[in-house]
T-cell receptor, first 109, second 116 residues
Framework: RKEVEQDPGPFNVPEGATVAFNCTYSNSASQSFFWYRQDCRKEPKLLMS?????NEDGRFTAQLNRASQYISLLIRDSKLSDSATYLC??????????WGAGTKLIIKP | GAVVSQHPSWVICKSGTSVKIECRSLDFQATTMFWYRQFPKQSLMLMATSNEGSKATYEQGVEKDKFLINHASLTLSTLTVTSAHPEDSSFYIC????????????FGAGSRLTVL
C-alpha cells in the first residue's frame, strides 16, 4: 500500500459545480498535511495547509480526518482555471514529505 | 516572497552527455534544498537532500555517482545528471524551505530533461 494515495481521476466537472476529492495516508504519526496544485509541465504550488479544525480559503475548503486517516479538498463554484492536478502531501517526520500522485481535475465550460 | 530560480527550463541532450541543473534561492538563504524527480502521471519522488557545505543525502535507489549534487553556497545548489540515458528523461524540480523548520516548500519552475 502506498503511503499517500489519491484517485488519479480525471474528474470532469462542469463549470460552477462543486467537487471534492480525498487523499488517504497510511502513517498514523503523520503530523502535517498540505494540498498543492500542479499545472501541466509546471512546478507544484502550495494551495493550502490542512489543519485539524479544517480551513477555508475562498472557494476552497480542506479538512483532516485523523481517525480515518484522510484529508479532503472541496472546491465550490469551480472555475475553468481550477483545472489542474491536485497533489496531497503528508509530513510524518521532519524533512520527510510524502507526495501523492495527484488527482487530475478538468473543469468544462 | 521567497523565490527559487531554476535553470534550464528544458534541455534535450544526446545519450552519454552530462547535464547540469541549477537552483538559486532569491532573497533568502536556503541551507537545505531538496531535489525531486517526477515521471509522467506520477508523484514527486525525493531524490536527495542537499545541505550547504556538506554532502548531500540521497534517497534509497538514487545513484549518488550519477546524480551529483553540489551546494557550495547558501543560495545555489546544482544537480548534474552524468552520462544521461533515455530513462533519465524526467521533470526535475528543486525546492527549498523559506524559513527554518517550516514544512512549506518553495519550488523552482522545474527542468524537463529529454535524453535522446
Amino acid at each position: 500500500r502506498k503511503e499517500v494515495e489519491q484517485d488519479p481521476g480525471p474528474f470532469n466537472v462542469p463549470e460552477g459545480a462543486t467537487v471534492a476529492f480525498n487523499c488517504t495516508y497510511s502513517n498514523s504519526a503523520s503530523q502535517s498535511f498540505f494540498w498543492y496544485r500542479q499545472d501541466c509541465r509546471k512546478e507544484p504550488k502550495l494551495l493550502m495547509s490542512v489543519y485539524s479544525s479544517g480551513n477555508e480559503d475562498g472557494r476552497f475548503t480542506a479538512q483532516l480526518n485523523r481517525a480515518s486517516q484522510y484529508i479532503s479538498l472541496l472546491i465550490r463554484d469551480s472555475k475553468l482555471s481550477d483545472s489542474a492536478t491536485y497533489l496531497c502531501v503528508v509530513n510524518h517526520s521532519n524533512y520527510q514529505l510524502i507526495w501523492g500522485a495527484g488527482t487530475k481535475l478538468i473543469i468544462k465550460p | 516572497g521567497a523565490v527559487v530560480s531554476q535553470h534550464p527550463s528544458w534541455v534535450i541532450c544526446k545519450s552519454g552527455t552530462s547535464v547540469k541543473i541549477e537552483c538559486r534561492s532569491l532573497d533568502f538563504q536556503a541551507t537545505t534544498m531538496f531535489w525531486y524527480r517526477q515521471f509522467p502521471k506520477q508523484s514527486l519522488m525525493l531524490m536527495a537532500t542537499s545541505n550547504e557545505g556538506s554532502k548531500a543525502t540521497y534517497e534509497q535507489g538514487v545513484e549518488k555517482d550519477k546524480f551529483l549534487i553540489n551546494h557550495a553556497s547558501l543560495t545555489l545548489s546544482t544537480l548534474t545528471v552524468t552520462s544521461a540515458h533515455p530513462e533519465d528523461s524526467s521533470f526535475y524540480i528543486c525546492s527549498a524551505r523559506f524559513s527554518s523548520g517550516a514544512n512549506v516548500l518553495t519550488f523552482g519552475a522545474g527542468s524537463r530533461l529529454t535524453v535522446l
